[in-house]
């Protein structure tokens, strides 16, 4: 059974965002969030209900743009909506709404080649095949994936060790729900992302929905816009997991339940009045 808040409860919450709809925007993370986390990233599905329904919310509210630490190209393929913004590889590439090819950060695009080189045939090494590690391409970064392996804390322990080879390179490293991520050596988060989408938008009210660690970054940044005065109101979403940081819920302003709970959230800013 899924546990969210009191209908009325949660319509009041987002009431800061329905109040207004042409002054407020919409920013969902999408796995986890929109989609369930699967063993294998290529086999996530957003369902066709949740596509429909953020379509709907793309002709209602002045913005709605789905983020992701995946590349802009695969965070659009998995969710099928093309008339709504898309942020991706953590805030790295932009995709406004009606735009043919997303903004990458400058600096970020450079290291594309290294950080390519640096992972280049370690998915056919012995080890990874057996035990079944996984990488996953997405442009400037490139992600390994341990879920589902037939010994996760080997995995692991190998992981390790390539992220201190990376760093040893000079390139970033970042951890995930299981995934290792080596990225470029250059700063970029969701919430850099969310900030540069609204910076350029009439917007007065922002809502963030996700559920893990990077998610964290685009609270701050709506909490930075409200203190700047550029938001009138913001709402932060926590969709609570058994391996989501406990941060998600302490500094969410409303908590739902999984891929579920969130759904409900689309289907009461779909619904208000």
Known sequence: MVSAPPVKALVESLRPLTQHPSRAAIFCDIDGTLAPIVSRPEDSRVREEVSVLLGRLGRRYAMVACVSGRSVAEARRLVGVGAIAYVGSHGAEVLRAGAKRPQLVEAFAGWEDRV??????????????????????????????????????????????????????????????????????????????????????????????????????????????????????????????????????????????????????????????
């Open 116 to 273: 390519r080189g640096f992972v280049r045939g370690r998915e056919n090494a012995r080890d990874f095949k057996r035990l079944r590690i996984r990488l996953e391409d997405k442009g400037p970064i490139k992600a390994f994936h341990w879920r589902g392996s037939p010994d996760e804390p080997a995995a692991e322990t190998i992981l390790r060790g390539v992220a201190q080879e990376a760093e040893a390179t000079g390139l970033a490293i970042h951890w995930g729900r299981k995934v290792l991520e080596v990225r470029p050596p250059v700063h970029v988060d969701k919430g850099q992302g969310v900030r540069a989408l609204l910076e350029s938008a009439p917007v007065r009210a922002a809502m963030y929905g996700g559920d893990d660690a990077t998610d964290l970054d685009a609270f701050e940044a709506l909490d930075a816009l409200t203190a700047e005065g550029r938001l009138d109101a913001a709402v932060r979403v926590g969709v609570r997991s058994a391996e989501g940081p406990e941060a998600i819920v302490t500094r969410a302003d409303v908590v739902v339940e999984g891929v579920p709970g969130f759904t409900q959230v689309l289907i009461a800013l779909t619904e208000a009045d």
